[in-house]
């Protein structure tokens, strides 16, 4: 199944909760939580209050997407604040397998984040312990910025070695996604596609529904 996980930093924040109310009644089965440190990733984004106030609003599943580093000082928090998937960078992590075992250790469902320059191969060890892989699409750190064509060959070859440990791993593909150019992300074999201003910008119950209509079709 294909699932989209709208990222709020894309939203109006002023209308917040709202707005993810109109995520949630249009379909859209994610919640995509950018939390930025100011130091892994150049901006600083939100964080657990934030998290903790629109929680009640929704069952959707909140995939948190942590860029900062050391992140393993917060997980507690960040389940206490809602969080049902965490996804680190493997960048910002300097014992991974310890991280991804933390995660799981709370109950909660683990990914591996990848910044467009970082191989696949630093998956070697661990891709068969993850619940899903985030392919960056772009330098993490902003919304709105282009989809780095090079992305569509690395989804390709990790779709490929997720299809030889015969688990069921999700890909995640985050940064540009848009309605033009979703139906190639997911050919290429992602099933969890990120979007903030392809979500946000214009009409939103509009836009989840052509992205889920693209989905479905893809299926
Ligand atoms: C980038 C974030 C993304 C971003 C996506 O650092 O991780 O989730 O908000 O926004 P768009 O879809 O506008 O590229
Ligand atoms: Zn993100």
């Known amino acids: 199944m294909n699932y989209l996980s709208p990222s709020l930093l894309s939203a109006d924040f002023?209308?917040?909760?709202?707005?993810?109310?109109?995520?949630?009644?249009?379909?859209?089965?994610?919640?995509?939580?950018?939390?930025?440190?100011?130091?892994?990733?150049?901006?600083i984004s939100f964080g657990m209050p934030v998290m903790k106030s629109i929680r009640p609003l929704t069952k959707r599943l909140f995939d948190v997407h942590l860029m900062i580093g050391n992140p393993d000082r917060y997980f507690t928090d960040f389940k206490e604040a809602g969080a049902d998937l965490i996804t680190v960078h493997a960048e910002a992590c300097t014992h991974l397998n310890r991280s991804i075992q933390a995660i799981h250790d709370l109950g909660l469902k683990a990914a591996v984040a990848l910044n467009p320059a970082t191989s696949l191969h630093t998956l070697d060890y661990i891709l068969e312990d993850l619940d899903m892989v985030l392919i960056m699409s772009v330098n993490p750190g902003f919304g709105g910025q282009a989809f780095l064509p090079s992305s569509l060959d690395k989804i390709r070859e990790l779709k490929e070695r997720i299809n030889r440990t015969g688990k069921e791993i999700a890909i995640e593909v985050d940064g540009g996604v848009n309605l033009l150019n979703a139906k190639e992300v997911l050919d290429a074999g992602a099933n969890v596609l990120v979007s903030g201003t392809g979500v946000f910008k214009g009409d939103i119950w509009e836009n989840v529904q052509n992205f889920l209509q693209i989905m479905r079709e893809a299926e």
């Open 14 to 43: 002023a209308t917040l909760g709202e707005q993810v109310q109109v995520l949630d009644k249009a379909g859209a089965q994610f919640v995509h939580i950018d939390v930025m440190d100011g130091m892994f990733v150049p901006s």
